[in-house]
Nanobody, 122 residues
Framework: QVQLVESGGGLVQTGGSLRVSCVASGRTRVTYVMGWFRQAPGKEREFVSGITWSGGSTEYADSVKGRFTISRDNAKNTIYLQMNSLKPEDTAVYYC???????????????WGQGTQVTVSS
């Protein structure tokens, strides 16, 4: 099992920045990819960004490209999501995920964190 714990959410004004973190524990040696999803009220959970554990390849949703940056610290088993130029539509609960797989337009995610709230005020 892999346990994921997020931190760093909060309230920020439009145009501001915020960084969220996710620490993995447990069987971290089986972790090959980690990433972030988000869910806004009344909407489905959506993919935001991901990073491979070994090569550091990254992927971003079109809605956050150029504004968000994902990074990792292998020694700390931690990934980060630096969010800049935040917009009210970025308001959501941000969930850390590990070892997700994309199947068509859906994602299979075996490991989730508990989520951290990010609120962007207008």
């Amino acid at each position: 099992q892999v346990q994921l714990v997020e931190s760093g959410g909060g309230l920020v004004q439009t145009g501001g920045s915020l960084r969220v973190s996710c620490v993995a524990s447990g069987r971290t040696r089986v972790t090959y990819v980690m990433g972030w999803f988000r869910q806004a009220p009344g909407k489905e959970r959506e993919f935001v960004s991901g990073i491979t554990w070994s090569g550091g390849s990254t992927e971003y949703a079109d809605s956050v490209k150029g504004r968000f940056t994902i990074s990792r610290d292998n020694a700390k088993n931690t990934i980060y999501l630096q969010m800049n130029s935040l917009k009210p539509e970025d308001t959501a609960v941000y969930y850390c995920a590990a070892n997700y797989r994309k199947s068509g337009k859906y994602y299979q995610v075996p490991y989730w964190g508990q989520g951290t709230q990010v609120t962007v005020s207008s």
